[in-house]
């Protein structure tokens, strides 16, 4: 295992020595849900059809490494949203999810440095597309939560690349991007909390575990454990 060092309260690096040159890189990943963005929105949703708990359990679990299978996971999850009003995805932006703190000045920071920007999420569309627009981020990959009537079915549609954007799919994605914009994947910093980050923080050459799970944390060359996304700014110059 590599020397552990808390740089600063709640700052911990591993494997390496600060600071890096942020203009050295030349993409940033996020994660969305609890990286990005304050919620799981998956589980703000269910709360709607009154099964945050039992869907909630899961998130959790799939977070935490302790069900391997995400894309499984992930249906059981979006089948309990069965007949959930579309409308509730709305309610569900407009008063439950916020950036979570230090977002804007990281990309910020990234885009001034020259980085695309990259989100990448398990999460589904209708808030990657919003939180896109809020952060001014270059590409995203998500999922779609079909609707009929007006109502969720319960199924995911299928996109030209697959049905459902998992850890490895999320990692085929980074890599994909640093590739259509003519870097190395080292030239790549990825920033995730749950377990299904971990494949593409392994591809990129500089990892980040925001507020993350404990076997995210350990795996990360930066922890940020407490306070904001901007935080990472403090190790790079």
């Known amino acids: ?4 060092r808390e740089i600063a309260p709640g700052l911990v690096v591993q494997g390496w020595t600060p600071p890096l040159a942020l203009a050295d890189f030349r993409l940033i990943a996020f994660d969305m849900d609890s990286t990005l963005i304050n919620i799981e929105c998956i589980d703000e949703i269910a709360d709607a059809a009154g099964r945050k708990a039992e869907v909630a359990a899961i998130t959790e679990a799939a977070m935490r490494g302790e069900i391997t299978d995400f894309k499984d996971s992930l249906r059981r999850r979006v089948a309990l949203l069965r007949g959930v009003p579309a409308s509730a995805l709305e309610a569900v932006f407009r008063e439950r999810l916020q950036l979570n703190p230090g977002a804007e000045a990281l990309v910020q920071a ?30 995203t990959r ?10 969720l079915t319960g199924g995911l549609v299928e996109q030209d690349w697959g049905d459902i954007c998992d850890g490895a799919e999320k990692r085929r994605t980074l890599l994909a991007t640093c ?3 003519g870097c190395r994947p080292e030239q790549a910093i990825a920033v995730g909390d749950g377990a299904n980050d971990l494949p593409m923080m392994e591809a990129a050459g500089l990892s980040v575990a925001y ?3 404990p076997r995210v944390r350990e795996q990360a060359m930066v922890a940020i454990n407490e306070g904001g996304l901007d935080r990472l700014l403090e190790l790079l110059r």
Not at 115 to 137: I, M
């Open 179 to 181: 590739e259509a914009i």
């Open 211 to 213: 507020h993350a799970k």
């Open 142 to 151: 998500s999922n779609i939560l079909e609707i009929v009537d007006g109502v």
């Open 1 to 4: 295992m590599h020397m552990t």
């Open 110 to 139: 990234c885009r001034a440095a020259g980085l695309k920007t990259l989100l990448v999420s398990g999460g589904f569309t209708y808030f990657a597309d919003r939180v896109q627009g809020l952060l001014q981020l270059d590409h």
